[in-house]
């Protein structure tokens, strides 16, 4: 059996998640036990970003990385940032169809992940978890499309930074 198309005898497309891994996690709580006598509701702040790098030819690698910040007044109750990276092979895939993939498709595939460990990590504090929102990953994608034309930027760049 062959990766040809019988009628064109070009090879088909290739898209394979190979693994799903957490890259980085940290936990901060600079002000605990003290801050956990404090009764008022936090601020909490969500940066997201999306990042993508060839490995080998044929394989990327694409990053989502969350930085959550939690305050209180002026205090921080806890900062968490977690990175959450995948491997992707993609071959006989068309040039302009790369970035979409690359920015919508794989980080859609792994957020799920990170999201889970996220809500762990802030858990384990002993506070209520913060549950990530869903992220439109093509809105978030055509977004940093139009920054990057504005900004006269080359298409296809490799990050993406955006506040949740």
Not at 26 to 48: C, G, K, N, Y
Not at 79 to 94: A, D, H, S, Y
Not at 100 to 126: E, F, K
Request: charged fraction near 15%.
């Amino acid at each position: 059996m062959t990766d040809t198309t019988p009628a064109t005898g070009a090879q088909a497309p290739v898209f394979q998640l190979q693994r799903v891994y957490l890259k980085d996690a940290s936990l901060e709580m600079p002000h605990a036990p003290q801050i956990f006598l404090d009764s008022e509701a936090p601020a909490v702040d969500i940066q997201l970003e999306v990042s993508n790098a060839p490995v080998i030819e044929n394989v990327h690698e694409v990053v989502v990385r969350v930085t959550a910040t939690a305050k209180i007044k002026d205090k921080v109750l806890f900062l968490v940032e977690g990175k959450q990276g995948g491997i992707f092979e993609m071959r006989n895939i068309p040039a302009e169809q790369m970035g979409p993939i690359l920015g919508v498709v794989c980080p859609g595939i792994i957020y799920p992940y990170l999201r889970s460990n996220i809500a762990d990590l802030i858990t384990r504090t002993g506070l209520p978890p913060v549950h990530l929102a869903e992220i439109n990953f093509e809105a978030f994608y055509s977004q940093k499309m139009a920054a990057m034309a504005q900004q006269g930027a080359p298409a296809g760049g490799n990050g993406a930074a955006a506040n949740a």
